[in-house]
């Protein structure tokens, strides 16, 4: 007889905690990780399972940022259960609508406001005593996606000598920016697809890779986000009242708006040249196909950024450059 299936285990760990009632169960998330999400019914009662392979995905660090959130108020899933040894938690279930599901022109500004609310506390109270800092490495180790896997395997270029200099001078140019703003606790990736709608609202999700990090980050990844993309001035709307709200909160934000329009910017440039490049690698390596589907909305943030930062030009003309050699797999 073969083994159970993780999903099998997952399901019968979970059913051993919460006794002997008559469960349903559903797949409702498989990431871009190697985790995935059931929800378990009972009735009325609701659960979440996650299984996350322990030499993939070990739990540890979901257990210890989510504490840090909860203590600073924040709504995360409480966890009901835990066999961290065989990657499987019993979480509490924070609905099945994420904001990217329900974010429209009438509900944005309610919703949005919500999240904004959240980060500032979460970049003003949550503890950030060990955590792994946004170092210079692992900035431009997120840089090198980009090459390594969305210009080598899916546009299937070789970038020469020159071009390659160029790319290390402006890749010394994003870390700069980086390195050189307040380094606050950093979800690293507050989007809307990590924010369930929930009272309180929202519930946060996804933040197990949470480092000290530049205080732009998170902001970013709420507006500048793969499933939905809204106009320019609209986001430099938004950014523009955290820049206020935080400054009301005691974070070391610009005084000038100017200064953090550039800055969130910038730091946006390195964020969207990471997510190509993710999402390639996902396609090649995980043979998941699906999310090369959104790579042209990143490259519409980097031409935004790119129109009104002079200092950006040389990414035009490399990926210029690089667009006209490009080989697409057939």
Known sequence: ??????????LD???????????????????????????IRSGADRFVIMDAPPDREPVEPFLDIGARLHDAGLHVPRVLAAAPDRGFLLLEDLGSVPYHHALDETSAERLFDDALQALAVMQSRVETEGLPGYDAGRLLQELALFP???????????????????????????????????QVFCHRDYMPRNLMVSEPNPGIIDFQDAVLGPISYDPICLFRDAFI??????????LEEYRKRGLAAGLALPESPELWRRTCDLMGVQRHLKVIGIFARIRYRDGKPNYLDDVPRFFAYLDSAIARNPELAPLERLIARWRERRKLPQ
Do not use: N
Not at 28 to 38: G, L, P, Q, T, V
Not at 157 to 180: F, G
């Open 1 to 10: 007889m073969s083994a159970p299936s993780r999903r099998q285990q997952a």
């Open 13 to 39: 760990w979970a059913l051993s905690e919460l006794g002997g009632s008559q469960w349903s169960s559903e797949t409702i998330s498989s990431d871009a990780s190697f985790r995935s999400y059931y929800r």
């Open 148 to 182: 390594d896997w969305f210009l080598h395997y899916h546009w299937r270029v070789e970038p020469s000598d020159s071009e390659l200099d160029d790319w290390d001078l402006l890749c010394a140019l994003l870390i700069r920016w980086a390195l050189d703003q307040p």
């Open 229 to 238: 993309s809204w106009p320019t001035e609209r986001v430099d709307a938004w």
